[in-house]
């Protein structure tokens, strides 16, 4: 069974860092590109980040270029997201997707972080 | 950027009665590879989202076959063709052919009239 696990959320400071970890279990981790969304509360989901299978190729939505970073252990079967200087928008549940090429199909069940002003 | 854009973004729906979401995007989601990279996702209350539909019309592993996709080109739908309490929640849909960015559509609620 695939099974993917967030961890790492939690509440921080304006201006504060974060790092994500998302780990994978059930497949072969090592050979899916892996994404980030997230959904700020009662809204919808927004694509936030992206990683090809080697950590060759990293993708970021704008909002976020500059500010967050990706990257993987194929290794550790985990997938990391370092967010820093983050802002009261960037308040939402963070979800790791498995994505075979260009599309995304297992969600884990999102990890909570809460920016506060 | 791709803009997806859902309607309705709410539907009322009676029990056993059928319900048809669209999806519309901003230009062809055709990719040079002959492929149409369109996705769609439930998401349950209180639950991450789930992919329902691939490649339009593709259902994947143990969704039920009263949901069904179609279209193309930049027009989508996702039909559900009886209602069951379980298909509460929000629906969306996601084009993976132009990236980056992935985009979503806004969302379409179903409930239960």
């Known amino acids: 069974e695939v099974q993917l696990v967030e961890s790492g959320g939690g509440l921080v400071q304006r201006g504060g860092s974060l790092r994500l970890s998302c780990v994978g279990s059930?497949?072969?981790?090592?050979?899916?590109?892996m994404y980030w969304v997230r959904q700020a509360p009662g809204k919808g989901l927004v694509w936030v980040s992206h990683?090809?299978?080697?950590?060759?190729?990293?993708t970021y939505a704008d909002f976020v270029k500059g500010r967050f970073t990706i990257s993987r252990d194929n290794a550790k079967n985990t997938v990391h997201l370092q967010m820093n200087s983050l802002r009261a928008e960037d308040t939402a549940i963070y979800y790791c997707?498995?994505?075979?090429?260009?599309?995304?199909?297992?969600w884990g069940q999102g990890t909570l972080v809460t920016v506060s002003s | 950027d791709v803009v997806m854009t859902q309607s309705p973004l709410s539907l009322p729906v009676t029990l056993g009665q059928p319900a048809s979401i669209s999806c519309r995007s901003s230009?062809?989601?055709?990719?040079?590879?002959?492929?149409?990279?369109l996705s769609w996702f439930q998401q349950r209350p209180g639950q991450s989202p789930r992919r329902l539909i691939y490649?339009?019309?593709n259902r994947d592993s143990g969704v039920p076959d009263r949901f069904s996709g179609s279209g193309s080109g930049t027009d989508f739908t996702l039909k559900i063709s009886r209602v069951e309490a379980e298909d509460v929640g929000v629906y969306y849909c996601?084009?993976?052919?132009?990236?980056?960015?992935?985009?979503f559509g806004q969302g379409t609620k179903v409930e239960i009239k």
């Open positions: 997707l498995r994505a075979l090429g260009s599309e995304g199909e297992s």
């Open positions: 059930g497949f072969i981790f090592r050979n899916y590109w």
């Open positions: 990683i090809n299978s080697d950590g060759s190729t990293t």
């Open positions: 230009q062809s989601l055709v990719h040079s590879d002959g492929d149409t990279y």
């Open positions: 490649k339009v019309s």
């Open positions: 996601m084009q993976g052919t132009h990236w980056p960015p992935w985009t």
